[in-house]
């Protein structure tokens, strides 16, 4: 049977799944996929503001970059501002990630059991999620005001000096993993919890009347049986970390100097910050970007292969 053949088939069976995917598949592409195909050409051009596309008034100068090959990756990755960034950004994204896990699984083994007042406690702990991330950066940011801050005036009630939260670079990175991890946690509450309730009660009773003690059944029943779900949420949780601009930039815009800049803020300079903006450079850092995630991706569900929890 040849493939036209098969398409038709298909097509005639599923017409109805195919025209409710198509719209989807119309939107994804606009948004996604366009920009996706036009940044991997730029990435290969030496584009930049004085060159490209672009009116002044009534006049209309036409685009003149050409095309460079993979200079632009050449001069990224034996730069050393790309390692350096790189660097920071996995150390940012490995501290976020772990902490963000270790509190969500806490949490939700917490709200699993039969307490007073679980509802509330978990919209009480959900309350994060709900809030738009730029207002919640925003509050984050006047509570870490050195002068006026609420933190700092706790501080000094106590008799200890003004922390400054934001204008030091490790506070600045403690700061910012502070943040990312009070956003964090709802999601990984919410989807551990998830997972905690699909494991069959019977073998905690089992185990309990077989002598297992809490640390035993938490290390051979809750854990294998929160596998799948803990692979999925790191790598999710990874992804997004990765690319977590929302409170780098509004936070910090990398600062102070460029202690807390990681990939994805820097490539926003590049582009929309700096002069003259860099176009071609700001692409092809997104290329990167989007190579290492996806390395990333590859590696870490082939992990999840080997252990059986393909998903």
Same mark, same amino acid.
């Given at each position: %049977?040849?493939?036209? @053949?098969?398409? *038709?088939?298909?097509?005639?069976?599923?017409?109805?799944?195919?025209?409710?995917?198509?719209?989807?598949? +119309?939107?994804?592409? @606009?948004?996604?996929?366009?920009?996706?195909?036009?940044?991997?050409? $730029?990435?290969?051009?030496?584009?930049?503001?004085?060159?490209?596309?672009?009116?002044?008034?009534?006049?209309?100068?036409?685009?003149?970059?050409?095309?460079?090959?993979?200079?632009?990756?050449?001069? @990224?990755?034996?730069?050393?501002?790309?390692?350096?960034?790189?660097?920071?950004?996995?150390?940012?994204?490995?501290?976020?990630?772990?902490?963000?896990?270790?509190?969500?699984?806490?949490?939700?083994? %917490?709200?699993?059991?039969? /307490?007073?007042?679980?509802?509330?406690?978990? $919209?009480?702990?959900?309350?994060?999620?709900?809030?738009?991330?730029?207002?919640?950066? &925003?509050?984050?940011?006047? +509570?870490?005001?050195?002068?006026?801050?609420?933190?700092? !005036?706790?501080?000094?009630?106590?008799?200890?000096?003004?922390?400054?939260?934001?204008?030091?670079?490790?506070?600045? !990175?403690? =700061?910012?993993?502070?943040?990312?991890?009070?956003?964090?946690?709802? &999601? %990984?509450? @919410?989807?551990? +919890?998830?997972?905690?309730?699909?494991?069959?009660?019977? /073998?905690?009773?089992?185990?309990?009347?077989?002598?297992?003690?809490?640390?035993? *059944? &938490? *290390?051979?029943?809750?854990?294998?049986?929160?596998?799948?779900? =803990?692979?999925?949420?790191?790598?999710?949780?990874?992804?997004?970390?990765?690319?977590?601009?929302?409170?780098?930039?509004?936070?910090?815009?990398?600062?102070?100097?460029?202690?807390?800049?990681?990939?994805?803020?820097?490539?926003?300079?590049?582009?929309?910050?700096?002069?003259?903006?860099?176009?071609?450079?700001?692409?092809?850092?997104?290329?990167?970007?989007?190579? +290492?995630?996806?390395?990333?991706?590859?590696?870490?569900?082939?992990?999840? *292969?080997?252990?059986?929890?393909?998903?």
């Amino acid at each position: %049977m040849t493939l036209a @053949v098969r398409a *038709r088939r298909a097509l005639g069976t599923h017409w109805y799944a195919w025209a409710m995917v198509a719209p989807v598949v +119309l939107v994804i592409g @606009v948004i996604i996929g366009y920009p996706l195909v036009r940044g991997g050409y $730029l990435s290969l051009t030496d584009a930049n503001e004085a060159n490209v596309e672009r009116s002044i008034g009534m006049n209309h100068i036409p685009a003149t970059y050409h095309f460079v090959g993979l200079d632009n990756y050449r001069a @990224v990755l034996t730069d050393s501002v790309f390692w350096d960034r790189l660097g920071w950004t996995v150390a940012w994204t490995v501290a976020c990630v772990c902490v963000t896990f270790l509190i969500g699984l806490t949490l939700a083994t %917490m709200l699993n059991r039969t /307490l007073r007042g679980r509802t509330f406690y978990r $919209l009480a702990l959900i309350l994060p999620w709900a809030i738009p991330a730029f207002i919640s950066v &925003f509050t984050w940011r006047m +509570l870490y005001n050195e002068k006026n801050g609420i933190l700092n !005036k706790l501080l000094a009630g106590g008799g200890i000096d003004a922390v400054p939260w934001l204008n030091d670079p490790t506070w600045a !990175k403690l =700061s910012v993993i502070a943040v990312n991890v009070w956003l964090g946690v709802p &999601f %990984m509450l @919410v989807a551990l +919890l998830g997972g905690l309730q699909s494991i069959p009660g019977e /073998l905690y009773e089992a185990a309990e009347m077989d002598g297992a003690g809490p640390w035993q *059944r &938490f *290390r051979n029943i809750t854990v294998p049986g929160l596998r799948a779900v =803990s692979g999925t949420v790191i790598l999710l949780s990874t992804i997004w970390t990765f690319n977590m601009f929302p409170v780098i930039y509004l936070l910090t815009r990398g600062g102070p100097g460029d202690a807390t800049e990681i990939l994805v803020t820097y490539a926003y300079r590049l582009s929309f910050v700096d002069s003259p903006r860099d176009f071609s450079g700001s692409a092809a850092w997104g290329v990167l970007i989007l190579a +290492l995630l996806s390395v990333v991706a590859i590696v870490y569900r082939r992990a999840l *292969r080997k252990q059986g929890e393909v998903w």
